[in-house]
């Protein structure tokens, strides 16, 4: 008895992991969002899942929103979760990069807990005001906040958000307080009262409030134009030396086989081919991006060096 079930572990610990990975997925897959339900983020994470859902017929694939701590709840339960690709993180990749920088004690090392997977776009926060403002443009906003002082103040929202706000008021010289919320359509009631004189949000939920009339861009944070939006500005061309560029990613625990890893990324890459997928991205302020697990890890591991100076710039004091 106990040689045949020795017998039986022997073969299959032999079995290669290509096979073991044909039978992937064998159950429901949970795809975590760090951002809350109805963010820029969970929308684009909800397209995405339901593009790969089509390509793996009967799977039960759901998303899960876990919130909070700068992103980090979300990404150390997938980052603790069993390495078999049935819980997938879909994140910023700099969201993810700027953990080991916004604590002091980081709950878990980002660049070897997690496998990334895949790309999904190039993306940058933005600057914007009350559609009905007479603010129209950057320098219109930089010479008002210059004239108001440590009286005006600013939404925030995720990371990305922070130190865009936190650049931008080194850059030109304000003294603007942050005011930050757990996403940014919690911001948005306190944006259209005049409460706050702008905001620096994603572009998801910018753009589609600039669609309905309510908010309106005024600069993104890339380095050069997008390619999705090219009639935005970059703060650059306004004289102010920030680029902020984001990119959305998938990844998984380290441990995960890479057979399986592939298979992931193999979802993806397909979804960014669809017209529907570039549409979205496109109309959400992204250019589809697809890259390699391999090429998205470098990506990760210089991410995480990018933002320590960031945040250090931004003078953003790393949580206890």
């Known amino acids: 008895m106990f040689r045949r079930t020795f017998m039986a572990l022997a073969l299959a610990a032999a079995i290669p992991l290509g096979v073991q990975a044909q039978d992937y997925p064998s159950k429901e ?13 969970d929308i684009l994470v909800r397209f995405m899942t339901e593009k790969i859902k089509a390509q793996v017929p009967g799977a039960t694939i759901i998303v899960e929103n876990k919130p909070g701590a700068a992103g980090s709840i979300g ?61 129209k443009t950057l320098e219109q906003l930089t010479e008002k906040l210059k004239a108001e002082g440590d009286k005006a103040s600013y939404a925030a929202a995720a990371n990305s958000g922070m130190v865009l706000g936190e650049l931008y008021k080194q850059a030109a010289k304000l003294e ?47 380095g050069e134009r997008l390619a999705s939006i090219p009639d ?23 441990a995960t086989p890479k057979p399986i890893v592939d298979k992931i990324n193999g979802w993806f890459n397909t979804a960014l081919k669809q017209p529907e997928t570039i549409k979205f991205l496109s109309d959400s302020g992204g250019d ?15 991410a995480i060096v990018d933002w320590r100076e960031f945040i250090r710039i931004a003078n953003i004091p790393p949580a206890g």
């Open 29 to 41: 897959i949970r795809i975590i969002c760090t951002f809350p339900a109805g963010s820029g983020a």
């Open 75 to 135: 990404t150390q339960y997938v980052a603790r979760s069993a390495a078999d690709g049935h819980t997938i993180l879909m994140d910023a990749g700099t969201t993810i990069a700027s953990i080991m920088s916004r604590f002091k004690q980081p709950p878990i090392d980002v660049a070897k807990d997690l496998q990334m997977v895949a790309t999904i776009n190039r993306q940058a926060f933005m600057i914007v005001v009350d559609a009905k403002s007479d603010i």
């Open 176 to 222: 603007t307080v942050q005011v930050r919320y757990e996403s940014a359509p919690a911001s948005l009631n306190d944006l259209l009262s005049g409460r706050l004189l702008f905001g620096t949000l994603d572009p998801v939920f910018s753009l589609a409030q600039q669609r309905e009339g309510r908010l309106r861009v005024l600069a993104v944070a890339s």
């Open 232 to 254: 935005i500005p970059t703060l650059k061309e306004k004289g102010l030396p920030i680029d902020v560029t984001t990119w959305f990613s998938a990844a998984v625990p380290a």
């Open 288 to 302: 589809p991006w697809a890259n390699s697990p391999a090429t998205t890890q470098q990506m990760l591991i210089k």
